[in-house]
């Protein structure tokens, strides 16, 4: 396996960011907040006893990044799946990024013009509404706990996770194959999806 130790990292990382929350009351709540809402939505699920010494695992640190006040979301949790393990690699060296699938952004704006109507929408939560395979979660295990008096808890990403490279392609690809599946039933909002539509990832 090409992948080295990573667990010792992500402890080291999460009690620094534990010291840093600390210090900030009020981003230690929407920290906490963020987690619980991921374990409640099922994005997240505990690791079982059982499986904790499965070698075929990765850790991935994380920490806050507060974002615009316009956002809906004032604080996203970043998992880095470009830290690297005891063997020099990570996640992302060795995940395929995989080709654009979207038209190109010059393109779709020459095309803006012929439309008299333009949608622009957030999709909430993009990335957590495609499942990963449940053969693959445990490459995407976090260490994580509530309170310093709590023990440290694993748990793994059962979604797409926000800063893996792969991710703009799963969201994108995910939506052009609803497109296709859903064309006899919608065909105006197909075409438009396939042919006239932009992600951007913010």
């Known amino acids: 396996m090409r992948l080295g130790n ?3 990292n992500a402890i080291r990382r999460l009690i620094s960011v534990e010291r840093h929350l ?3 009351p009020d981003k230690c709540n929407l920290y906490r907040n963020f987690m619980k809402e991921y374990l409640n939505l099922k994005h997240m699920e505990l690791v079982t006893d059982s499986e904790i ?3 075929k695992s990765l850790y991935l640190p994380h920490h806050g990044v507060v974002r615009d006040p316009s956002c809906t979301t004032k604080l996203r949790v970043v998992f880095d799946a470009s830290s690297k393990t005891s063997s020099g690699l990570s996640l992302n060296d060795l995940l395929m990024v995989s080709p654009r699938v979207q038209p190109e952004l010059f393109l779709i704006l020459i095309q803006f013009r012929i439309f008299s109507v ?3 929408a957030d999709v909430e939560k ?3 509404q495609i499942k ?3 053969e693959d979660v445990d ?3 976090i260490l994580w706990r509530d309170s310093l008096t709590e023990p440290i808890r694993e748990c793994r990403l059962t979604t ?3 800063g893996t490279s792969s991710a703009p392609f799963f969201s994108t690809r995910t939506l052009r194959q609803l497109a296709i599946d859903e064309q006899e039933n919608y065909p105006a909002a197909s075409r438009a999806t396939v042919s006239h539509f932009y992600l951007m990832t913010c």
């Open 53 to 55: 010494n499965n070698v």
């Open 139 to 141: 490459w995407q295990r």
């Open 126 to 128: 993009m990335f957590r």
């Open 6 to 8: 990573s667990k010792q």
């Open 132 to 134: 990963v395979y449940e």
């Open 22 to 24: 600390i210090s900030d």
């Open 160 to 162: 797409v996770t926000y």
């Open 118 to 120: 333009a949608i622009c």
